[in-house]
């Protein structure tokens, strides 16, 4: 059995360099909700450095609330801001010697893009339209995921150790009851039912069915640095190979 761990980086929250040794795929935050372009070349070079998949991080131009505020843009205007800001991300990659291997929206893109069908639709063709060997991330069971393999891209289904979930699939909302993990035996339970038994205990108790095709590490959490070590010593324990497919 293997899974990929990706961890979102280049956000200024420290702890890069040791956080890129323990995961298989890194996300980039590619300036409109954090990092510039020196702290993407930066983090582009410590990807390469240890043989991790490079992947973008594009959001909404929201650097105020660091990507998490709703936002309701014309799918033009979203459609413009996620190609360039693949293509920001790309021309450090490719110069650089490397690939840009996936796009995984951020915050409140990522959220919306799992529940909205058009804007689903719009990220996944702009992906496509922008370089169709791109491997697309999105929530577990979210429309994200259909668009894309509707546009005929290989998309992964996301999980999270670290947050919670509701009934119907979808993440508790940052900021409400149940949002966030914060205990280390909770965190490290909740990834092995999701790896190894495809579930995973929503807030209300009920148990639901969700797909890990990768496991995300947040870097911004207070021990997020300490809970990759933890976890990726549990998946060696379970025999689980970490790796990027």
């Given at each position: 059995m293997?899974?990929?761990?990706?961890?979102?980086?280049?956000?200024?929250?420290?702890?890069?360099?040791?956080?890129?040794?323990?995961?298989?795929?890194?996300?980039?935050?590619?300036?409109?909700?954090?990092?510039?372009?020196?702290?993407?070349?930066?983090?582009?070079?410590?990807?390469?450095?240890?043989g991790v998949a490079i992947g973008a991080h594009p959001s909404f131009p929201d650097r105020e609330h660091f990507g998490r505020r709703e936002m309701r843009l014309p799918m033009e205007t979203v459609r413009a801001g996620l190609l360039y800001q693949l293509g920001a991300l790309d021309a450090i990659v490719r110069a650089e010697g490397g690939e840009l291997r996936h796009v995984k929206p951020h915050g409140a893109l990522y959220n919306q893009a799992a529940r909205e069908p058009e804007l689903a639709k719009t990220l996944a063709r702009a992906i496509r339209d922008y370089n169709p060997a791109l491997r697309a991330i999105g929530l577990a069971g979210g429309c994200f995921i259909d668009a894309c393999r509707a546009?005929?891209?290989?998309?992964?289904?996301?999980?999270?150790?670290?947050?919670?979930?509701?009934?119907?699939?979808?993440?508790?909302?940052?900021?409400?009851?149940?949002?966030?993990?914060?205990?280390?035996?909770?965190?490290?339970?909740?990834?092995?039912?999701?790896?190894?038994?495809?579930?995973?205990?929503?807030?209300?108790?009920?148990?639901?069915?969700?797909?890990?095709?990768?496991?995300?590490?947040?870097?911004d959490g207070a021990h997020a640095l300490r809970f990759a070590r933890l976890l990726r010593r549990?998946?060696?324990?379970?025999?689980?190979?970490?790796?990027?497919?």
């Amino acid at each position: 059995m293997n899974i990929d761990l990706n961890a979102d980086v280049g956000e200024g929250c420290g702890g890069d360099a040791e956080l890129l040794d323990l995961v298989s795929s890194a996300n980039i935050a590619c300036g409109w909700h954090a990092g510039d372009a020196d702290t993407m070349r930066k983090t582009v070079l410590l990807a390469l450095e240890r043989g991790v998949a490079i992947g973008a991080h594009p959001s909404f131009p929201d650097r105020e609330h660091f990507g998490r505020r709703e936002m309701r843009l014309p799918m033009e205007t979203v459609r413009a801001g996620l190609l360039y800001q693949l293509g920001a991300l790309d021309a450090i990659v490719r110069a650089e010697g490397g690939e840009l291997r996936h796009v995984k929206p951020h915050g409140a893109l990522y959220n919306q893009a799992a529940r909205e069908p058009e804007l689903a639709k719009t990220l996944a063709r702009a992906i496509r339209d922008y370089n169709p060997a791109l491997r697309a991330i999105g929530l577990a069971g979210g429309c994200f995921i259909d668009a894309c393999r509707a546009e005929g891209l290989e998309a992964w289904q996301e999980t999270f150790a670290d947050r919670g979930y509701r009934a119907d699939g979808s993440l508790v909302p940052r900021g409400s009851p149940g949002d966030l993990l914060t205990e280390d035996a909770a965190m490290l339970a909740q990834a092995e039912d999701m790896v190894l038994r495809q579930s995973v205990a929503a807030a209300d108790g009920q148990r639901i069915a969700v797909r890990a095709d990768t496991l995300c590490l947040h870097g911004d959490g207070a021990h997020a640095l300490r809970f990759a070590r933890l976890l990726r010593r549990r998946l060696k324990t379970l025999g689980v190979d970490v790796r990027a497919g």
